[in-house]
């Protein structure tokens, strides 16, 4: 009986080792908006449909896209998709991929 417990224990520790990325991958989110506002330390995406959210930067944030490549060259209205994790508090972006400008629908 110890012997059956003991393989049964490995193989969940075998199979949580396998999954654990997975787990972890399967929590990005990502958001897509305009830029309302961005500073060093936060920034402030609006998706036009009432949504608004607040992001830092990770350590590193990946910008990438419309030949951006730091957060510092982010600026207000520019579209961005930003990839986070679901279980940061506060929203940490760890990757920004910068989209060509949309047409503005009034």
Sequence with gaps: MMKLSRVLGLS????????????????????????????????????????????VPADPSEVSGEGKTEWKELKKKDWVTVSWKFIDKPRKAYKIKVLPPKEEED
């Design 12 to 55: 969940l520790i075998v199979v949580s080792l396998l999954l654990g990325p997975a787990l972890v991958q399967a929590q990005m989110r990502e958001f897509t908006g305009r830029i309302d506002r961005v500073s060093k330390k936060r920034m402030i995406v609006d998706n036009r449909m009432g949504d608004k959210v607040s992001f």
